[in-house]
């Protein structure tokens, strides 16, 4: 039965052992800074005629252990750790998603918009709520992935196909949204610090990729729209029989009367907020705006506080839910919530005093650079166009998410080295961003997703003998289907010549130099 199940679990597990034998994120960050600091001894007594563009000087790899490196390496260490930009910036997210997920407003909020639907618009509206739950973070697939396997199977489909649907939601939310979420400002923080190995003027926007992520979100529905009642709902009902008895009177898809009013008054508190938003920004003298009145440009104030603006928008509402509907009893309960969900962030946190270390000696030994312009110059040399740039770029970065699926771990790999190599042939950071944004679409199918366990186990109360092989399978025609649209939505951007968000652009210029 397992084998009929999935066809392809050979490989897949195959794929499993490979990535379950690699050390964790953060210790192949700590080989990567001791592979950095002998390099960078190697290298400094080879002489280049590699050209910094921006200094029009030769590039020179600076010695990490030199006598007067170290010394200056253990005194920005502590430093290098808490300038750190992703760690402050989902610290902060986080911790207003954890008042509003403690308080029970996420769950709620995802049960509410699950509950007006026609049977008819079933798996597209499941779509949209999981493009739209992206916004939550992971807080997402506790809730939505049982309420919407629930909700097929009451409706006499495939509760297997319901899970698979919200899942390629949530993972297609990553590059299509509606709103920005944490995730916007992480990757910004990574792409303006690669662009400065190259031009250290360089401004990147934090939402430079949001007409680009608006407009995916079209394509992105329709896809699962289609994969789910044409290609995996048939195949899970002619391979995946349901073989679970299923208690329909556990209805997680209920709200209490109290749940209601607390979503009731939460809701006026964020029609509120935007109304009160909207009065800041409108006077063009407002402080919000950047000196010559633009609301968009990475100057700014309000672009610089999109993270303190998704903490409020999360924290106020959730407060006032949890204290209407009577989860929040006091304010240890608050604060309770926001303690519980830190708990997750101890991995990441251990992950960012690494990475930061090894970002600093990268980019301060100069082998960034150098590897930057040698990678530029071998593109140029090879006459690529920039469109077959950009979907080698894509490529690489779906193949290395087989592996690494974390957008954080992987996008500090990549954004030093590709960031600033595209630069160098004339592809702007923006660019390079929203494709690297693309390869999200091959999450889905990996068993190293970490979120595999959990979903499985969603299965399991359905399907008994689903496996990883099982939910790989699902999931492929989704990342197959969305990693195409998405490609297609970017390219028509370009050939169209429109803008893929705030501040951005398609080209970079080398500034000449003074």
Same mark, same amino acid.
């Given at each position: 039965?397992?084998?009929?199940?999935?066809?392809?679990?050979?490989?897949?597990?195959?794929?499993?052992?490979?990535?379950?034998?690699?050390?964790?994120?953060?210790?192949?960050?700590?080989?990567?800074?001791?592979?950095?600091?002998?390099?960078?001894?190697?290298?400094?007594?080879?002489?280049?005629?590699?050209?910094?563009?921006?200094?029009?000087?030769?590039?020179?790899?600076?010695?990490?252990?030199?006598?007067?490196?170290?010394?200056?390496?253990?005194?920005?260490?502590?430093?290098?750790?808490?300038?750190?930009?992703?760690?402050?910036?989902?610290?902060?997210?986080?911790?207003?998603?954890?008042?509003?997920?403690?308080?029970?407003?996420?769950?709620?909020?995802?049960?509410?918009?699950?509950?007006?639907?026609?049977?008819?618009?079933?798996?597209?509206?499941?779509?949209?709520?999981?493009?739209?739950?992206?916004?939550?973070?992971?807080?997402?697939?506790?809730?939505?992935?049982?309420?919407?396997?629930?909700?097929?199977?009451?409706?006499?489909?495939?509760?297997?196909?319901?899970?698979?649907?919200?899942?390629?939601?949530?993972?297609?939310?990553?590059?299509?949204?509606?709103?920005?979420?944490?995730?916007?400002?992480?990757?910004?923080?990574?792409?303006?610090?690669?662009?400065?190995?190259?031009?250290?003027?360089?401004?990147?926007?934090?939402?430079?990729?949001?007409?680009?992520?608006?407009?995916?979100?079209?394509?992105?529905?329709?896809?699962?729209?289609?994969?789910?009642?044409?290609?995996?709902?048939?195949?899970?009902?002619?391979?995946?029989?349901?073989?679970?008895?299923?208690?329909?009177?556990?209805?997680?898809?209920?709200?209490?009367?109290?749940?209601?009013?607390?979503?009731?008054? #939460?809701?006026? +508190? &964020? =029609? %509120?907020? @935007?109304? *009160?938003?909207?009065?800041?920004?409108?006077?063009?003298? !407002?402080?919000?705006?950047?000196?010559?009145?633009?609301?968009?440009?990475?100057?700014?104030?309000?672009?610089?506080?999109?993270?303190?603006?998704?903490?409020?928008?999360?924290?106020?509402?959730?407060?006032?839910?949890?204290?209407?509907?009577?989860?929040?009893?006091?304010?240890?309960?608050?604060?309770?919530?926001?303690?519980?969900?830190?708990?997750?962030?101890?991995?990441?946190?251990?992950?960012?005093?690494?990475?930061?270390?090894?970002?600093?000696?990268?980019?301060?030994?100069?082998?960034?650079?150098?590897?930057?312009?040698?990678?530029?110059?071998?593109?140029?040399?090879?006459?690529?166009? #920039?469109?077959? +740039? &950009? =979907? %080698?770029? @894509?490529? *690489?970065?779906?193949?290395?998410?087989?592996?690494?699926? !974390?957008?954080?771990?992987?996008?500090?790999?990549?954004?030093?080295?590709?960031?600033?190599?595209?630069?160098?042939?004339?592809?702007?950071?923006?660019?390079?961003?929203?494709?690297?944004?693309?390869?999200?679409?091959?999450?889905?199918?990996?068993?190293?997703?970490?979120?595999?366990?959990?979903?499985?186990?969603?299965?399991?109360?359905?399907?008994?003998?689903?496996?990883?092989?099982?939910?790989?399978?699902?999931?492929?025609?989704?990342?197959?289907?969305?990693?195409?649209?998405?490609?297609?939505?970017?390219?028509?951007?370009?050939?169209?010549?429109?803008?893929?968000?705030?501040?951005?652009?398609?080209?970079?210029?080398?500034?000449?130099?003074?």
């Amino acid at each position: 039965m397992a084998d009929s199940i999935s066809p392809n679990k050979g490989f897949l597990n195959r794929i499993e052992r490979v990535g379950n034998a690699m050390p964790s994120i953060t210790m192949l960050f700590l080989y990567a800074l001791i592979i950095c600091w002998i390099l960078s001894l190697l290298l400094s007594f080879v002489q280049f005629d590699y050209v910094n563009p921006l200094t029009k000087e030769n590039i020179v790899v600076v010695n990490m252990f030199n006598y007067d490196e170290i010394v200056t390496f253990l005194t920005k260490m502590v430093g290098n750790f808490i300038t750190f930009p992703p760690l402050s910036i989902t610290i902060v997210a986080t911790l207003g998603i954890g008042i509003a997920e403690g308080s029970g407003f996420i769950n709620t909020a995802l049960k509410k918009m699950l509950s007006f639907i026609s049977p008819k618009m079933l798996t597209p509206t499941v779509a949209f709520v999981g493009v739209v739950a992206h916004v939550v973070s992971d807080s997402a697939y506790v809730i939505l992935m049982p309420v919407s396997a629930l909700m097929f199977y009451a409706s006499g489909r495939h509760p297997l196909a319901g899970i698979a649907t919200a899942f390629a939601g949530l993972a297609g939310g990553f590059t299509a949204s509606y709103t920005p979420s944490q995730i916007d400002p992480i990757l910004q923080s990574f792409t303006e610090k690669a662009a400065h190995l190259l031009d250290p003027s360089y401004s990147v926007n934090v939402l430079c990729n949001y007409f680009f992520s608006l407009g995916g979100t079209f394509g992105v529905i329709l896809v699962c729209w289609f994969v789910t009642e044409k290609i995996v709902e048939p195949w899970l009902n002619k391979t995946c029989p349901i073989d679970c008895q299923v208690d329909q009177a556990d209805n997680i898809n209920q709200i209490s009367p109290s749940e209601a009013k607390g979503f009731r008054w #939460a809701g006026f +508190t &964020i =029609i %509120g907020l @935007i109304a *009160l938003l909207a009065i800041l920004l409108y006077p063009d003298s !407002s402080p919000f705006r950047a000196p010559n009145g633009s609301l968009t440009s990475s100057a700014a104030p309000v672009m610089q506080a999109i993270v303190p603006l998704l903490f409020i928008f999360f924290a106020v509402p959730g407060l006032v839910y949890g204290f209407v509907a009577g989860t929040f009893k006091s304010s240890k309960d608050v604060t309770s919530s926001m303690e519980n969900i830190t708990k997750s962030l101890i991995s990441f946190i251990v992950f960012c005093f690494i990475a930061a270390q090894f970002l600093y000696s990268f980019g301060h030994s100069n082998i960034g650079t150098l590897i930057s312009i040698a990678g530029a110059d071998l593109l140029r040399s090879l006459s690529m166009p #920039a469109w077959l +740039t &950009i =979907i %080698g770029m @894509i490529l *690489l970065s779906s193949c290395i998410n087989l592996i690494i699926t !974390s957008a954080t771990s992987k996008w500090a790999i990549m954004a030093p080295v590709m960031v600033p190599m595209l630069m160098a042939v004339g592809l702007s950071p923006e660019l390079t961003q929203a494709s690297f944004r693309i390869s999200a679409a091959v999450n889905i199918s990996t068993p190293m997703f970490p979120f595999y366990p959990l979903i499985l186990s969603y299965c399991h109360k359905y399907c008994s003998k689903a496996g990883v092989g099982t939910l790989c399978s699902m999931m492929i025609p989704f990342s197959i289907g969305i990693w195409l649209v998405l490609v297609a939505t970017l390219f028509i951007y370009w050939g169209f010549e429109i803008p893929i968000g705030f501040d951005s652009s398609y080209t970079y210029s080398v500034p000449p130099t003074p």
